[in-house]
């Protein structure tokens, strides 16, 4: 057996030499996290019966609202919290959580046994590690292949170009009446974070120098094609995890999703159930590799049980049969690497037609480059956005959103 394998194995048989004194530990989530949780914890109290986790789980938005209030003030923190990948850097560069590289956690040597790109998540800029990667989001093309063969639409065609994605789309939308995406926004969402130069970030650069602006070529192409997508009436205007959004699936009115392979897992259990053997899945145009999404534990520092809430983490990230677990409840793919090599990678998943998706999706996390977190990524996305609301709804000019966009970051970003 070599170091790193002792070292993991000493690490996770740890606890049963613990104190057998009785212990709730509180972990913090949110969905579907919290499903992966819940399906390992029969496991886990096998192995610490004297310790009871006592999930507390909200809404996304409202959990890590709840989490940063806690932060602030100290007051209501669990012993461990989990994180999404859309605040990582955000509580990254913020103070409140241990540095897991510290002692008692010692956590570098595992680094090396994560997909890369999620260390530079979880890392701030003054080298503070704050939390272990559990799972990840491979960038990922989903589309309904009973709409693409009604309009007769192959979806290689999608995947090669944006310009041949919104052709395509037009077919469909005149063959079937289905709408080609959600959002126009969407399309703006995977251009801005694919194809990245060495040293870029999405909204800054590794020197901390805003990329946003009219002079970007990434940015103006991705407002320009999402504003063609608004133009041709090819989006169905409506917004990720609404009602509307749900009853698209399971009426097949919106043919194609970008999302995290993730999504095929809330398609399956709770979403779109009826919809089985009607998706697919592809890389996302243009080679594109990205990460979609991903989860975060971290500790507390005004933590209760830290020796307990370290324990946990390593039993729900070190622990292959945790990442499996967890993968075949809810679709979390596995940020271990080891997990990633497991048998069920080779299966074929029912509910994507019998496709061998998983390996699909193992190649795009291989290739999916690290990216620079900044601690202002949230304000620029918020304002991003908003600015390509105004190019969408209002009609505003596209270099001129870009312009406003920078000045509005660089006024907020000191």
Same mark, same amino acid.
């Not at 799972?135 to 989903?142: A, C, E, S, V, W």
């Not at 060495?198 to 590794?206: A, P, Q, R, T, V």
């Not at 959103?401 to 970003?413: E, K, V, Y």
């Given at each position: 057996m070599?170091?790193t394998?002792?070292?993991?194995?000493?690490?996770? $048989?740890?606890?049963?030499? *613990?104190a *057998?004194?009785?212990?709730?530990?509180?972990v913090?989530?949110?969905?579907? $996290?919290?499903?992966?949780?819940?399906?390992?914890?029969?496991?886990w109290?096998k192995?610490h019966?004297?310790?009871t986790?006592?999930l507390?789980? #909200?809404e996304?938005? +409202?959990?890590?609202?709840?989490?940063?209030?806690?932060?602030?003030?100290?007051?209501?923190?669990?012993?461990?919290?989990?994180?999404e990948?859309?605040?990582?850097?955000?509580?990254?560069?913020?103070?409140? !959580?241990d +540095?897991? %590289?510290k002692a008692p956690?010692?956590a570098?040597?595992y680094?090396? $046994?994560?997909? &890369?790109?999620?260390i530079?998540?979880a890392?701030?800029?003054?080298?503070?590690?704050?939390?272990?990667?559990t +799972?990840?989001?491979?960038?990922?093309?989903?589309y309904?292949? /009973?709409? @693409?063969?009604?309009?007769?639409? %192959? &979806?290689?065609?999608?995947?090669?170009?944006?310009?041949?994605?919104?052709?395509a789309?037009?077919?469909?939308k005149?063959k079937?009446?289905?709408?080609?995406?959600?959002t126009?926004a969407?399309?703006?969402?995977?251009?801005i =974070?694919?194809n990245l130069k060495?040293?870029?970030?999405?909204?800054? /650069? /590794?020197k901390n120098?805003?990329?946003?602006? &009219?002079?970007?070529a990434r940015?103006?192409?991705?407002?320009?094609?999402?504003?063609?997508?608004?133009?041709?009436? @090819?989006?169905?205007?409506?917004?990720?995890?609404?009602?509307?959004?749900?009853?698209?699936?399971?009426?097949?009115t919106?043919?194609? *999703?970008?999302?995290?392979?993730w999504? #095929?897992?809330?398609?399956?259990?709770w979403?779109?159930?009826?919809?089985?053997?009607l998706?697919?899945?592809?890389n !996302?145009?243009?080679?594109g590799?990205?990460?979609?999404?991903?989860?975060?534990y971290?500790v507390?520092?005004?933590? %209760?049980?830290?020796?307990?809430?370290?324990?946990?983490?390593k039993?729900?990230? $070190?622990n292959?049969?945790?990442?499996?677990?967890?993968?075949?409840d809810?679709?979390?793919?596995?940020? !271990?690497?080891?997990? #990633?090599?497991?048998?069920a990678?080779s299966e074929?998943?029912?509910?994507?037609?019998? #496709?061998?998706a998983?390996?699909?999706?193992?190649?795009?996390a291989a290739?999916?480059q690290?990216?620079?977190?900044?601690?202002y +990524?949230?304000?620029?996305?918020?304002?991003v956005q908003?600015?390509l609301t105004?190019? !969408?709804?209002?009609?505003? /000019?596209?270099?001129q959103?870009?312009?406003?966009?920078?000045?509005?970051?660089?006024? =907020?970003?000191r």
């Open positions: 070599n170091r394998a002792l070292t993991i194995a000493a690490a996770l $048989l740890l606890g049963s030499a *613990q *057998q004194d009785k212990v709730t530990l509180t913090a989530a949110f969905p579907s $996290l919290d499903s992966a949780i819940k399906a390992i914890i029969p496991a109290n192995l019966p004297n310790v986790i006592k507390q789980a #909200q996304y938005a +409202d959990h890590h609202n709840a989490m940063t209030t806690a932060l602030a003030t100290g007051q209501g923190l669990p012993d461990v919290m989990a994180i990948i859309g605040y990582v850097s955000k509580f990254a560069e913020g103070q409140g !959580l +540095d897991l %590289n956690y010692n570098t040597p680094k090396k $046994l994560f997909t &890369p790109f999620t530079g998540q890392t701030s800029a003054d080298k503070r590690f704050i939390a272990m990667p +799972d990840i989001g491979p960038g990922t093309f989903f309904r292949k /009973d709409v @693409l063969d009604k309009a007769g639409v %192959n &979806p290689a065609s999608m995947t090669g170009s944006w310009e041949g994605f919104i052709a789309g037009k077919t469909i005149a079937t009446g289905a709408y080609l995406i959600n126009a969407s399309v703006n969402n995977v251009i =974070r694919t060495k040293g870029e970030g999405i909204y800054f /650069d /590794d120098a805003l990329l946003v602006g &009219p002079d970007n940015f103006v192409r991705a407002f320009t094609l999402s504003k063609q997508v608004r133009d041709a009436g @090819l989006d169905a205007k409506i917004g990720e995890w609404s009602n509307e959004w749900y009853d698209a699936f399971k009426k097949g919106v043919a194609t *999703q970008f999302s995290g392979a999504l #095929q897992g809330a398609l399956q259990n979403m779109a159930p009826d919809t089985k053997g998706w697919r899945v592809q !996302l145009p243009e080679k590799f990205a990460s979609w999404g991903g989860s975060f971290a507390p520092s005004k933590a %209760n049980n830290k020796q307990w809430a370290w324990e946990f983490i039993f729900m990230t $070190l292959q049969t945790s990442q499996i677990t967890a993968f075949k809810n679709g979390a793919f596995p940020a !271990l690497l080891t997990a #990633q090599k497991d048998k990678f074929a998943v029912p509910f994507l037609g019998g #496709q061998k998983r390996i699909l999706w193992r190649d795009a290739k999916t690290p990216i620079d977190v900044n601690k +990524d949230s304000v620029a996305e918020q304002i908003t600015e105004n190019v !969408l709804e209002q009609g505003k /000019d596209v270099k959103a870009l312009t406003d966009a920078r000045a509005q970051i660089l006024r =907020r970003a």
